[in-house]
């Protein structure tokens, strides 16, 4: 896993037809398995008479079997041909996702069969071009890894508190209640050096999640 990666700006789908079969090409960003699989779900549930729902994706996951010493990040590939003719569908639109270098994305390929065999190489020509036409629709975009992080402070620290995280420049909202909350959205790569930063500037007083 890289400090920068390729994922979609947004979700999208775009639809076509070849030889009277009918392919819906589905792509969404997805931070881990779980949130993978249930777009997948999400997208059998919305076509439930469709004849296939082709799955695939490339997303973080974590190692924690008894075999590794410590807990590490991986990127998890994932495929399946829902009863396509083997490697004419899964395949194909993973291929597309690793060429276009793209992470944290997930695609579901909806068919509906138009009574004509497209042959293994129909199909994964038309499945591949199904995923490729949903990543431009929803266009790739660079980014890096964030976290989130809960800032909470008395008020007479908030306004240095807020201080520090605008010059920081991160995305943050602000809750004022009993005490003061700040939701931020960090690069990881930030995270450590503004966790010392609120820190010194309270002499610990901040409590930070």
């Known amino acids: 896993m890289s400090d920068t990666y390729r994922t979609v700006a947004t979700r999208a789908s775009t639809a076509f037809e070849v030889r009277g079969s009918r392919f819906l090409g589905h792509v969404d960003r997805a931070d881990d398995v779980a949130e993978a699989e249930a777009f997948i779900d999400a997208v059998a549930t919305q076509f439930p008479d469709a004849t296939h729902v082709v799955p695939a994706y490339r997303v973080p996951a974590t190692d924690t079997s008894p075999q590794s010493p410590t807990s590490t990040t991986f990127l998890r590939e994932y495929a399946d041909d829902d009863g396509e003719p083997s490697g004419s569908a899964g395949k194909p639109a993973l291929n597309v996702l690793q060429q276009r270098a793209v992470e944290r994305v997930v695609c579901a390929v909806v068919r509906y069969y138009g009574g004509t065999n497209l042959g ?57 209640d009993a005490r003061v909350r700040f939701d931020l959205r960090v690069p990881v790569s930030a995270v450590d050096a503004l966790v010392e930063r609120l820190n010194d500037a309270t002499s610990g007083r901040v409590a930070i999640e």
């Open 120 to 176: 293994v190489g129909g199909l994964a020509r038309a499945y591949g071009r199904a995923v490729a036409d949903a990543l431009d629709a929803a266009e790739i975009v660079d980014e890096r890894p964030h976290r989130t992080l809960v800032v909470r402070t008395d008020y007479d620290d908030s306004g240095t508190v807020r201080g520090i995280i605008e010059s920081a420049d991160v995305s943050f909202e602000a809750t004022y």
